[in-house]
């Protein structure tokens, strides 16, 4: 850092914003943030208006609610791999039990194997201490494969996609796309969970020292199943308004959000190796993936090269980031 | 050759010179820096300000490897072995000679190490003893040693410091790390004191210096809270106290054989063993973290079987363990980790009553006089401080029995003090305490009894009175309490400590 300026003899500027950074994470964030929708604005003036706004928020929500997925099981140092099944899952049987069943019931039997798996889950990982990677990766291979047996029994019935799930994908009220009344609610409870709950504070403590907790009388399979289901839970959630987005059921509906969900919660500050980080960093994370996305998009350039530009951007910032908020 | 060291913004302005063949000592309390100034003589952090010269020349020291080149070499407070490696495969990755390592390791007292074991295998004590092996291998210009004897038994220890000390008849220069006043004065030739990141005295070791450097150390004098004060704790406890937990001929594997003892109300019951002689295997077992091979343990004469620690918990008894990493979520802040033991139970995983949780957690700091300007991550405070969260977790859900595995380990006098006063209160609340320590005197300072185990059987238990230096050690080296019999060199330096002047 070339700042030189001091501001008290003993504390530089550099090092003093770097303390508000390390107090503050998530500024750095918004200012990246701000950043790109500058950038954007520059490369095609008058793109920045409220329907574009509108726009953005609605395809930044599905992944931020995998992403909070994500958020919760890092907290622990785990993973959630399954969570592009489990939202396939969920909306490839909504859509097609939609057909014979009111919307309310479709719904429940879509999250049923969400809860399915989210169960092998939390006993895979917490009592039987398989890695959250193998196992979630597992369970989601034994989700995918059920999934096309079960598209084979109902192939011949059609799909129906519950009005209700879109007007709450795709709607826009006054302006605001209708799907922030299911994603205010869900993240103002994720942030509660994480900051005022004791099964918050347990999934820090658990993710900074498993034995520390062990020894507080924590029992770790507890912590951890419930954890698991919740996230399978919140998965499948994603799958039923994502359904009412894209409209269109397939066998991979989800899966293609599942690398972004980890980026966006890690470029939002959560420690993959846990006891750190939080939802609302993943929030902005989650937005500045989707902007990053549209930026690229507008560039007129080859996919494989947007891809590749994609991914270095997303490393850039996780590793500036850090050492950013980083005080050493 | 000098050896200067100026101002740096964690430290402030400290100024160390060693001289060559010199045993130089480096005190402070927690948090003085010590620790920090010796990371950055050896390269592990870097200093933002001052010069590091070695005979006369400055050196650039960035890395360990830097350091390494310009002879500093130290050995740090933790092991620093990587666990899952075999000792000759830690010693390639160093690049250290294995002959006189293995020479070395002799020397200290350890004739029996398989080079082919695994670190983590290796008891923590021995793990020092390669630690320090393997420094004086690569045969260093400067030695720093930090805390080399915090958690060495006895019998090692000694040995540990006759190698320093013929280490520095050979020219050779040796910082020592140390809070034992004992072995400053036997070993030290020169003191630099540090207070809050500045060096405020460099002091020559001579008989009766101790008080001028606690003075320094602490920039005011305190008071010997000695025997004194313990008296009068000692008058109010003691009555007709009932039997908290009765341990009936515990064996767990093969370390700990037959161990019977009770622990009473309101008392401080010290255990006294010299390493690896089954206390782990004790504490463990009461903690509910291993399960016991045979034996029993009745917790207010009912009898228990732990199977996981929550068993302990939810039974009152606290376990605070020897290391500290092993205790606190090192991230979250003193809050989180006083009020860990609230959420644990499932049916505490709702809403926390905030205002309510940091009352008990504000309380309970006090009490402990935890320095809480750097609460928002526990791994930021020193040491002491760290040790003193530890137990506040477990004043604050008010247990009724606290195992506390060597809590005084590497932690300066003062802090060390209070822990002692905190036991002695907690058991004048009726309150029970087994007290493990590595430091004999600490028996005397905070305990009722001392039981001393050796061989993994209780060998005897002694009450205060008469449970001093010699006594113990002689207890703790399986001899009988009324043995005249010399047990070498260690006897002879307990006793020749009160002839000192």
């Known amino acids: 850092m070339s700042i030189i300026a001091t501001a008290s003899p003993t504390v530089p500027l550099g090092r003093r914003v770097k303390r508000f950074m390390g107090d503050y994470p998530l500024v750095p964030l918004l200012i990246l943030l701000v950043l790109l929708v500058v950038v954007l604005q520059i490369m095609q003036p008058g793109i920045v208006n409220q329907r574009w706004i509108a726009n953005t928020v609605k395809f930044a929500i599905p992944l931020a609610l995998l992403a909070g997925c994500q958020t919760m099981t890092m907290l622990t140092g785990g993973i959630d791999l399954s969570v592009g099944t489990v939202a396939t899952m969920a909306a490839f049987i909504v859509a097609t039990q939609g057909v014979d069943n009111p919307a309310p019931v479709a719904m429940l039997i879509a999250l049923i194997p969400a809860l399915l798996v989210g169960f092998a889950n939390g006993i895979g990982v917490g009592v039987f201490r398989v890695h959250p990677l193998i196992m979630t990766l597992g369970t989601s291979l034994i989700g995918v494969g059920c999934l096309q047996v079960y598209q084979r029994t109902v192939i011949g019935s059609g799909a129906k996609v519950p009005d209700f799930l879109i007007w709450l994908g795709t709607g826009v009220t006054w302006g605001f796309p209708n799907a922030l009344l299911l994603f205010i609610p869900v993240a103002a409870l994720l942030i509660f969970i994480q900051k005022r709950t004791g099964f918050g504070r347990l999934l820090y403590a658990v993710g900074d020292n498993e034995r520390a907790t062990r020894l507080s009388g924590v029992q770790y399979w507890q912590v951890i199943l419930a954890l698991y289901m919740f996230s399978s839970v919140l998965a499948g959630i994603m799958g039923l308004l994502y359904m009412g987005l894209i409209r269109a059921p397939s066998l991979s509906l989800a899966e293609p959000l599942v690398l972004p969900s980890v980026a966006a919660a890690v470029i939002g500050g959560t420690s993959i190796f846990g006891g750190r980080g939080g939802y609302t960093g993943t929030i902005v994370g989650a937005l500045i993936l989707t902007v990053l996305t549209t930026l690229l998009t507008i560039l007129q350039m080859p996919e494989g090269a947007r891809r590749i530009l994609f991914g270095a951007i997303v490393l850039l910032v996780t590793a500036a980031y850090l050492r950013i908020i980083e005080d050493r | ?501």
């Open chain 2, 1 to 501: 050759m000098a050896k200067n060291y100026g101002a740096v913004a964690a430290l402030k302005n400290t100024s160390l010179s060693v001289l060559p063949g010199e045993v130089h000592a480096l005190m402070g309390a927690n948090g003085a820096g010590k620790s920090t100034l010796v990371k950055i003589l050896t390269g592990a952090i870097r200093h933002d300000r001052g010069t590091i010269l070695v005979r006369g020349k400055a050196h650039l020291v960035r890395s360990p490897a830097d350091a390494r080149r310009a002879g500093l070499v130290s050995v740090y407070q933790e092991p620093s072995l990587i666990p899952d490696l075999d000792v000759l495969a830690n010693l390639r990755l160093t690049q250290t000679p294995v002959e006189p390592f293995r020479n070395w390791v002799r020397e200290l007292g350890v004739p029996d190490l398989d080079m082919r074991d695994n670190a983590r295998d290796v008891p923590l004590a021995i793990q020092r003893v390669l630690d320090l092996a393997r420094a004086l291998a690569i045969e260093p210009d400067v030695l720093l040693l930090d805390e080399m004897t915090a958690a060495l038994p006895a019998n090692l220890a000694e040995r540990v410091l006759d190698v320093v000390k013929r280490q520095s008849r050979t020219g050779r220069s040796v910082i020592f790390i140390s809070h034992r006043f004992v072995e400053i004065s036997a070993l030290c030739d020169r003191a630099t004191v540090l207070r809050d990141g500045e060096t405020v005295g460099v002091v020559d070791i001579s008989p009766g210096v101790e008080e001028r450097i606690v003075e320094l150390m602490l920039g005011a004098k305190i008071e010997k809270a000695r025997a004194a004060q313990r008296q009068a704790t000692e008058a109010s406890a003691h009555g007709e106290a009932g039997t908290r937990i009765a341990v009936r001929n515990l064996r767990v594997g093969t370390k700990l054989q037959d161990v019977s003892f009770d622990l009473k109300d309101g008392e401080v019951a010290g255990v006294v063993a010299l390493e690896g002689q089954g206390q782990d295997e004790l504490f463990a077992a009461l903690a509910g973290s291993t399960k016991p091979s045979g034996g029993t343990i009745e917790v207010d004469g009912r009898q228990v079987r732990f199977s996981h620690p929550v068993d302990a918990v939810r039974a009152g008894i606290a376990y605070v363990p020897g290391d500290r990493s092993e205790a606190l979520a090192m991230q979250q802040s003193v809050r989180e980790n006083i009020a860990l033991p609230f959420s644990a139970a499932f049916r505490n995983w709702g809403p926390i009553r905030m205002g309510q949780e940091r009352a008990t957690v504000q309380s309970a700091i006090e009490r402990l006089q935890i320095d809480t300007r750097a609460q928002r991550e526990v791994q930021r405070l020193s040491g002491g401080n760290q040790q003193k969260v530890t137990i506040a977790r477990w004043i604050a859900v008010d247990a009724r029995t606290i195992l506390c595995f060597d809590p005084t380990r590497g932690i300066d006098v003062g802090t060390k003090q209070e822990i002692y006063k905190l036991l002695r209160q907690l058991a004048a609340q009726g309150k029970s305490v087994l007290f493990y320590t590595s430091e004999l005197e600490e028996i005397q300072l905070a305990c009722d009894r001392a039981i001393v185990i050796f061989g993994g059987k209780v060998v005897d238990i002694l009450p205060v009175e008469i449970a001093d230096e010699p006594a113990l050690t002689r207890a703790a080296y399986g001899l009988p309490r009324d043995a005249k019999a010399a047990v070498g060199i260690l006897a002879e330096t307990a006793s020749s400590e009160g002839a000192r002047p």
